[in-house]
């Protein structure tokens, strides 16, 4: 059986209140993506935090949890990993 995927984005930082500072201040996938550019130390903040499709299992659970629970197209709350905050925006879901 294929495992389900998602297409998802994020912007990782060091600490929690950077995470809940730039997500107070993201509405709009283009917020998003200037503001992964601009803030987030992972390297897919050159293509605006964008992490294309993925497969369940792929990630770390506490990222992936938050893929498969929030809703489309919205900023999520701060998620913590042991590489730090993320933010994450998810784009589309697939069976």
Not at 65 to 92: C, D, M, R
């Amino acid at each position: 059986m294929v495992q389900p995927s998602a297409h998802a984005s994020h912007i990782l930082v060091k600490s929690k209140g950077e995470a809940t500072q730039l997500a107070n201040n993201i509405g709009k996938l283009k917020e998003f993506q200037k503001t992964a550019r601009k803030k987030s130390s992972c390297p897919s903040s050159q293509k605006g935090g964008d992490l294309g499709w993925f497969r369940k299992g792929q990630m770390v659970q506490e990222f992936e949890e938050a893929v498969w629970s929030i809703p489309l197209n919205t900023v999520s709350t701060p998620i913590k990993t042991q590489f730090g905050y993320h933010l994450i925006w998810v784009h589309e879901r697939g069976e």
